[in-house]
T-cell receptor
Framework: DAMVIQNPRYQVTQFGKPVTLSCSQT?????MYWYQQKSSQAPKLLFH???????NEADTPDNFQSRRPNTSFCFLDIRSPGLGDAAMYLC????????????FGPGTRLLVL | GENVEQHPSTLSVQEGDSAVIKCTYS??????FPWYKQELGKRPQLIID?????GEKKDQRIAVTLNKTAKHFSLHITETQPEDSAVYFC?????????????FGKGTKLTVNP
């Protein structure tokens, strides 16, 4: 089945220790998104790639970076996690253009100790 | 840019009753409105969407209505069941940057009591 996959599902890191979350998709979609979701809140867009074009949200901290080495994979790097970065991180994809439906991965829950 | 307001923030109904969640948007050019359901600890899943060329769309117990003049759209769930309990998010296309972005409402926590 075509899908959006995220690894790991749970990640524990230490304060200030870099961490990388990964996302892959078999949908061959042009657009990949990274969202941060905290408890009882809507997903908050951090950035997205339209093909190789990177689009950062204005309020995304510099501590968050992203890489998309190819169509299928996208990575979220948190350079120095703080306690406030503990959250669910959701990857999503869409075809782009007029096809705006977004398909979400299962998420990675990040715990910062 | 686009602004999406969602109401109510919580909704409790008895099993078998109907539930209605409403969203308003600000950009009259918006033309795509999805609804996502998110169960506790799980991913948001698209349950229904509507494009601006229609006023209503139905899928079994779920329907969405769109009023372009008033700039609001609503999710209707009939004959609610306990498994409908979840957080529901509406969304509309962002008008900032690329239209491939969505602006989400703040969510409605629906509880269906057996």
């Amino acid at each position: 089945d075509a899908m959006v996959i995220q690894n790991p599902r749970y990640q524990v890191t230490q304060f200030g220790k870099p961490v990388t979350l990964s996302c892959s998709q078999t949908l061959n979609h042009n657009v990949m998104y990274w969202y941060q979701q905290k408890s009882s809140q809507a997903p908050k867009l951090l950035f997205h790639y339209y093909d190789k074009d990177f689009n950062n949200e204005a309020d995304t901290p510099d501590n968050f970076q992203s890489r998309r080495p190819n169509t299928s994979f996208c990575f979220l790097d948190i350079r120095s996690p703080g306690l406030g970065d503990a959250a669910m991180y959701l990857c999503a994809t869409s075809r782009g253009g007029s096809k705006r439906t977004q398909y979400f991965g299962p998420g990675t829950r990040l715990l910062v100790l | 840019g686009e602004n999406v307001e969602q109401h109510p923030s919580t909704l409790s109904v008895q099993e078998g009753d109907s539930a209605v969640i409403k969203c308003t948007y600000s950009d009259s050019a918006s033309n795509y409105f999805p609804w996502y359901k998110q169960e506790l600890g799980k991913r948001p899943q698209l349950i229904i969407d509507i494009r601006s060329n229609v006023g209503e769309k139905k899928d079994q117990r779920i329907a969405v209505t769109l009023n372009k003049t008033a700039k609001h759209f609503s999710l209707h769930i009939t004959e609610t069941q306990p498994e409908d309990s979840a957080v529901y998010f509406c969304a509309a296309p962002s008008t900032q940057g690329g239209s491939e972005k969505l602006v989400f409402g703040k969510g409605t926590k629906l509880t269906v009591n057996p």
